[in-house]
């Protein structure tokens, strides 16, 4: 098992930045892929960036790209979300989650592990 905790999270001015940190423990070594979803009230949870453990397939939403950048820090076994000039439409509560898989899509069924989350509220 994999336990996740999410912190970082707060609230921001438009071009504020923000860095999330997810601290994982437990049966770390089953861990592939780690990543960012995010959730805006009345929307689909999404995908905001992804990696692999050994640091292949960094991966960004679209939206996100250029402005947040992921990283982790195997010895600490910590995962971060640098975010950078944020923007209203980043307001959302944000999860890390792991697979047992490497990284390759979306898909729900590949995320075994989920942090309880931090909210991040960006004002205009």
């Known amino acids: 098992q994999v336990q996740l905790v999410e912190s970082g999270g707060g609230s921001v001015q438009t071009g504020g930045s923000l860095r999330l940190s997810c601290a994982a423990s437990g049966n770390v070594y089953s861990v592939h892929c780690v990543s960012w979803f995010r959730q805006a009230p009345g929307e689909q949870r999404e995908g905001v960036a992804r990696?692999?453990?050994?640091?292949?397939?960094?991966y960004y939403a679209y939206t996100v790209n250029g402005r947040f950048t992921i990283s982790h820090n195997s010895a600490k076994n910590t995962l971060y979300l640098e975010m950078n000039n944020l923007k209203p439409e980043d307001t959302a509560m944000y999860y890390c989650?792991?697979?047992?898989?490497?990284?390759?899509?979306?898909?729900?069924?590949?995320?075994?592990?989920w942090g309880q989350g931090t909210q991040v509220t960006v004002s205009s």
């Open positions: 990696i692999n453990r050994d640091g292949s397939s960094e």
């Open positions: 989650a792991a697979s047992r898989l490497w990284c390759g899509s979306w898909s729900s069924a590949a995320w075994n592990y």
